[in-house]
């Protein structure tokens, strides 16, 4: 047998971006374990809190090189395993250790076979973390209306998930089926000790005086179930992607005190589709840590309404809008081929702060890498 690989199967919503930004920082010290983690994510990168894992920082790297323009899916299919097989051959350890967040969203039966190859002449380990069904399902639901212009309520996004086949959880069986050694970790069980859990099951020492533990870092904040509900009713009722925009901008920086609320008929239909897939999951994970089955006491969606301060911070966006930004970056289209036509700077720089942060030029970073990172430049809906 050769190395021991170790792949981190970075599922949405459990704490992947903080676990990548710690293994960028601490690539000296996991090397004195005997672990390598190639190609960490640069400064720049951690500073502004955009960490997607050293998998795909690289493909991307590669796809920007080779002009590469296809989907995220094809990108997978054209550099995955040469950077898997680069990474293990270039590594001066015995351990090896990739994470990808993108993993979870793209398994398909090929990548599973080529897993199943690879672990044939090297010892593989997956590891993922899960989380209890509603609030991962709320937590991704807040993702996408803060990064993919999603206007569904609550409800109806997860029925549509629920119709699709599970999303994320349609994907878990087949690592479950495939034979491979698949480890799987209780992310609400965790969550105030992430990195601790992580490094312990993939045989690494968290108590070692090198490694840079920060703890409860949070890499991609959320916005509450209130705020995220005021950005998808502006884009469905206005058409203004750019007041989502501000929204979504001002939010960052207001952190709700209120907790998501629980509406009961969700909880209820996410644990009856899942039933069986949960119970799978739960044989793997320790005793004590598995995921709840039973539904929890909850309100009614038509009980959850928004307060009077909701409503005036709203209107003060929607007079930012009204009045209009002074000052636009402004892109040279001839000079930046395969932009969009209606790709809008102000607001890829508001719906992506890390970049604002970084202060690069809007269409320059969407070309190189926001497009292969799936970001996106204004909502789905635009008036």
């Not at 990548?20 to 500073?47: H, K, M």
């Not at 705020?227 to 939010?251: C, E, K, W, Y």
């Not at 911070?313 to 970056?329: A, H, I, K, S, Y």
Request: glycine share 8%; net charge negative.
């Amino acid at each position: 047998m050769g190395k021991k690989i170790i792949i981190h199967i970075g599922l949405p919503k459990t704490g992947s971006s903080a676990i990548q930004a710690f293994l960028s920082r601490n690539v000296e010290a996991l090397a004195l374990q005997g672990i390598s983690y190639p190609s960490p994510e640069s400064a720049q990168v951690l500073g502004a809190g955009a960490c997607t894992g050293n998998l795909l920082h690289v493909m991307q790297r590669r796809a920007t090189a080779d002009h590469f323009s296809g989907t995220v899916p094809e990108r997978v299919d054209a550099y995955l395993d040469v950077t898997i097989e680069e990474s293990i051959s270039t590594s001066g350890t015995d351990t090896v250790l990739l994470s990808g967040e993108f993993l979870g969203a793209w398994v398909t039966p090929g990548r599973i076979a080529a897993l199943q190859a690879l672990s044939r002449r090297h010892e593989v380990l997956i590891v993922a973390f899960v989380r209890d069904l509603y609030d991962w399902q709320v937590s991704g639901w807040k993702q996408r209306v803060k990064a993919n212009g999603e206007t569904r309520d609550l409800s109806e996004y997860v029925e549509a998930v629920i119709e699709g086949g599970g999303g994320v959880l349609r994907r878990l069986p087949q690592f479950l089926d495939s034979g491979l050694d698949c480890r799987l970790l209780n992310y609400d069980h965790h969550k105030q000790a992430l990195i601790r859990a992580f490094l312990h099951v993939i045989g690494a020492d968290p108590d070692a005086p090198e490694l840079l533990l920060e703890a409860d870092r949070l890499d991609n904040p959320s916005i509450s179930y209130w705020q995220a509900t005021q950005v998808g009713m502006a884009v469905r009722h206005t058409g203004s992607s750019r007041l989502a925009a501000l929204l979504l901008d001002r939010f960052r920086s207001e952190k709700d005190p209120r907790k998501d609320p629980v509406i009961g008929d969700v909880d209820r239909r996410l644990l009856e589709a899942h039933r069986e897939i949960v119970s799978r999951i739960n044989r793997l994970l320790p005793e004590g840590h598995e995921l709840r089955r039973t539904p929890r006491e909850g309100m009614a969606l038509g009980d959850v309404g928004f307060s009077a301060e909701d409503m005036t911070r709203f209107m003060q966006t929607v007079r930012l809008v009204l009045d209009g930004p002074e000052l636009r970056p402004s892109v040279d289209r001839a000079r930046q081929e395969g932009l969009p036509g209606d790709f809008d700077p102000y607001e890829y720089l508001l719906r992506n702060p890390d970049v604002a942060a970084a202060k690069v030029d809007p269409a320059e970073h969407y070309l190189t890498y926001g497009r292969f990172e799936g970001r996106t430049y204004r909502s789905a809906i635009d008036g």
